[in-house]
């Protein structure tokens, strides 16, 4: 039996420049678009009457940008979904995946410059929007490639122990990882995508750090992933997910140095990780969460 087939055309690379006066602002992006048709002809028979070229559909997203413009990529997203569903009668299904490189404002000494940018690695915002013909347009949303460390207020103790365990307790460790956080707006309404996209990203700086004069005791990964989802959820209704790859810092031992080491030299134990594929990242601490609706 003959399931389901879709192609489309990826990493679709593009810089929108956008201008208003002399005060210049960029967004670079990412874009896979994705289609699925009304049918496989073109797999099973050899037919492409029907199937609309992967030129065509890069095509068809630089003229939407330029047209349209990127007031946000959950917008942008949106409107490739828009497009494509009201534009071919062929096409069932499309899916619309959209990630920013991390641009910022140059300032010199404090003064934001009009045409000046710096490329921050400070988390990859991400976006996908997914429409099947008559059913409802659903985006999801998310941030990755955020990287976070706080070098006290984090240990591992009372675990599990039997005779295959060597990982020593410890009540005072750095504690480090990559996040990946996605989540669901549902089906697609009036939302400020922006003001939400940083409001949880807010929330994920202050629930892994805490008050930022003493900081909050974490007492593992999952508790501070837990944190985070908890924090979000009390101040923006989504469903979130939050994957955090842990990075490992072990204080190296230098007694036969003749030194102490009171954890001012540790080394660092990191993974490969491939950001796109999470499902597959080793030492991954994963969770998702909801909000229940009360009747």
Known sequence: AFLNCEYGKNTIKFLRLHKEG??????????????????PQEY???????????????????????????????????????????????????????????????????????????????????????????????????????KLM????????????????????????I?????????SYGECKDFDFNCIWKKIRECILEAFA?????????????KTVNCIQMLVLSRVPQVIEVVLNNTFYNVVDMKNLGLTNDKEVSKCFKYNLTALFRNTQPQSIAAVLHKTELK
């Open 44 to 146: 099973l028979e050899g037919n492409n009457s029907l199937v609309i070229p992967t030129d065509t559909i890069k095509n068809i997203v630089l003229v939407l940008a330029k047209k349209n413009g990127i007031s946000s990529l959950e917008q942008f997203a949106i409107d490739i979904c828009n497009h494509f569903m009201t534009t071919f009668c062929q096409v069932a299904y499309v899916k619309a995946y959209v990630q920013e490189v991390p641009w910022q404002r140059l300032h010199e000494d404090g003064v934001p410059h009009i045409h000046s940018f710096i490329c921050v690695p400070d988390g990859t915002r991400f976006c996908e929007a997914e429409q099947c013909r008559n059913g409802p347009l659903i985006v999801f949303a998310g941030i990755k490639d955020l």
């Open 22 to 39: 002399k005060k210049q602002f960029v967004k670079e992006v990412e874009v896979c678009a994705h289609l699925r048709l009304t049918s």
């Open 175 to 183: 504690l480090c990882g990559e996040f990946f956080c996605k989540w």
């Open 150 to 173: 706080k070098t006290t207020q984090s240990g591992f103790e009372g675990f599990y122990k039997n005779e295959h365990t060597t990982l020593p307790e410890r009540h005072d460790r």
């Open 210 to 222: 805490g008050p930022p004069d003493c900081g909050e005791y974490s007492p593992s990964y999952q």
